[in-house]
């Protein structure tokens, strides 16, 4: 059974760069046929897709937060990583990282327990 | 404001059952057959109960269901048990460009 695990800072500064990493355990990252997706959830609020990434290195992000988001992977850790660069308290939200089957158009199957992420100075 | 209209919350009793709506637009849940369904309980990550529609993933009681109706999708939870009180989530594939989009969320309370 595949566990994915967040971790990264739980503090951030406005303007400041937030990143994340998702560590995989129970599978390998390499193995292909998986979408590596970060969602994310503000408290009391609903889901946001914030992108993915393939093991070829495709990416695909949300419309919304593109221009301000990187997604990449390193099969040596078995890991993947979201940057969010200038970070606005409106980023404030619990982030999950989660596997999606590359057959099935869901934004997640397998979810890591979540992270929260605060902007504050 | 997301992109999937919910109802905020919905009831129902041990036994009962309760659909929860899930109203989209052409761009979305009208055009594909690739609406999911999330369930979460508080504190938790949520848990895929429904995809492509109508499917369950392997270990999701068939009290779930799911249908699609032009540009509402809806789920169904029939026999419903203490432990289906939970906040569900629709999402719709909304094309390549952007791929997925959720709904507000609904409360189920099961009284």
């Known amino acids: 059974q595949v566990q994915l695990q967040e971790s990264g800072p739980g503090l951030v500064k406005p303007s400041q760069t937030l990143s994340l990493t998702c560590t995989v355990s129970?599978?390998?990252?390499?193995?292909?046929?998986?979408?590596w997706n970060w969602i994310r959830q503000p408290a009391g609020k609903g889901l946001e897709w914030i992108g993915r990434?393939?093991?070829?290195?495709?990416?695909d992000y949300n419309p919304s937060l593109k221009s301000r988001v990187t997604i990449s992977i390193d099969t040596s850790k078995n890991q993947f990583s979201l940057k969010l660069n200038s970070v606005t308290a409106a980023d404030t939200a619990v982030y999950y990282c989660?596997?999606?089957?590359?057959?099935?158009?869901?934004?997640?199957?397998?979810w890591g327990q979540g992270t929260l992420v605060t902007v504050s100075s | 404001q997301s992109a999937l209209t919910q109802p905020r919350s919905v009831s129902g009793s041990p036994g009962q059952s309760v659909t929860i709506s899930c109203t989209g637009t052409s761009s979305d849940v009208g055009g594909y057959k690739y609406v999911s369904w999330y369930q979460q309980h508080p504190g938790k990550a949520p848990k895929l109960m429904i995809y492509d529609v109508t499917k369950r993933p392997s270990g999701v009681p068939d009290r779930f269901s799911g249908s699609k109706s032009g540009n509402t999708a809806s789920l169904t939870i029939s026999g419903l048990q203490a432990e289906d009180e939970a906040d569900y989530y629709c999402c719709s594939y909304a094309g390549s460009y952007t791929y997925v989009v959720f709904g507000g969320g609904t409360k189920l309370t099961v009284l």
């Open positions: 129970g599978g390998s990252i390499s193995s292909g046929s998986y979408y």
């Open positions: 989660a596997r999606a089957p590359d057959t099935v158009v869901v934004p997640a199957e397998d």
């Open positions: 990434i393939y093991i070829s290195g495709s990416t």
